[in-house]
């Protein structure tokens, strides 16, 4: 397994995310169609790494996996575009 810690990573991005804002003075708000977004995407994450684990544990993992499916997900896109 890769030295990859999604938790760390999302952090990390929020944390820049939320310093730029700042200093650009632009206020972001997510709607409730992101939410949405997110809440669909975490259940079809869910579903598939449920459906494909081996054991009760893999499961569990799964479950956790579903919850940080951007991380994964663009870390996968930037992987296949070579950055």
Known sequence: MSDFNAGKFAKNVKKKVKKNLKKSKVNVEVGKSGSAFYFLGMVG????????ADGFWDGVLGVLKSLVWPAFLIFEALSAIGA
Request: glycine share 0%; aromatic share 24%; net charge neutral.
């Open 45 to 52: 994450s869910a579903i598939y790494f449920i459906s494909t």
